[in-house]
């Protein structure tokens, strides 16, 4: 999570909830932990078109969710099921996304092409060189870095901007060091070989090169992107007993895997 100076007027949401006309029963056991050089991982694997996979920010009252049970309870008054949720990119201080946020086919935030440059270590994860958009559409799931979004502006119908891109065309980015000692819990998401989207998010600290080597050589991710780190990471998955709660009293945008 980054902080910033809350500037951002509220913009007023339509509280309808899309659901795929397509879509069958989820996955099983969507999450599994994983160990990948000695470091523990909880890997979410989700395939579009087959399972409800969505982007949530907001509830009736036009308030962010912040909490997963919030979200859970909300689903659950409608029938559904969270099978299990992640947050979805970097937020402000009111809980709104920091950049591209798209639900239901609506731009609730526009893309961020603020850069900042400096020390590697002194630049926001946000702004490190490229950032970039997960997106859902009716062809699945993709990551591009945010320069070759804005340009292609392919149809989205869920869209979350952060940064930076961890693996790009199966090349880790070139601004990781091996070896960093830049070590802190990491969350991400990939699209992966067999068209499936996969989550993970690390039980300990690790550094950017070896968070994205996790998706490019354990999880077969041609493509990843940074969701968030440190304090603001969290998941939702109650066969594993987990409902984390984020220090900075809740989360931004989330990921849900819907029954």
């Given at each position: 999570m980054i902080f910033f100076p809350k500037h951002l007027a509220p913009?007023?949401?339509f509280l309808l909830v899309f659901s795929f006309a397509t879509v069958q029963p989820v996955l099983s056991q969507p999450c599994e932990e994983q160990t990948f050089e000695d470091a523990k991982f909880i890997v979410c694997t989700a395939k579009p078109g087959h399972?409800?996979?969505r982007l949530f920010w907001k509830d009736a009252r036009d308030e962010p969710y912040r909490r997963f049970p919030a979200l859970a309870k909300s689903l659950s008054d409608h029938g559904r099921t969270l099978t299990f949720a992640m947050n979805a990119g970097?937020?402000?201080?009111?809980?709104?996304?920091?950049?591209?946020?798209?639900?239901n086919g609506q731009e609730l935030r526009p893309a961020s092409t603020k850069t900042m440059d400096g020390p590697a270590g002194k630049v926001p994860n946000f702004y490190k060189k490229p950032n970039g958009v997960f997106f859902l559409n009716d062809a699945g799931a993709g990551i591009l870095p945010t320069t070759e979004y804005l340009e292609s502006r392919p149809k989205a119908r869920f869209a979350t901007q952060s940064g930076p891109m961890l693996v790009i065309k199966n090349k880790l980015n070139p601004i990781f060091i091996v070896g960093s000692s830049d070590r802190t819990r990491?969350?991400?998401v990939g699209v992966c070989d067999g068209r499936l989207v996969r989550f993970a998010i690390s039980e300990g600290a690790v550094n950017f090169h070896d968070f994205a080597r996790l998706f490019r050589d354990r999880l077969s991710c041609p493509n990843a992107l940074f969701l968030d780190g440190g304090n603001g990471v969290g998941i939702y998955e109650?066969?594993?007993?987990?409902?984390?709660?984020?220090?900075h009293g809740g989360f931004g945008p989330v990921f849900g895997l819907v029954e």
């Open positions: 913009i007023p949401l399972d409800d996979l970097m937020y402000l201080t009111d809980f709104s996304p920091i950049g591209l946020y798209v639900e990491r969350s991400g109650p066969r594993l007993g987990r409902s984390d709660m984020s220090w």
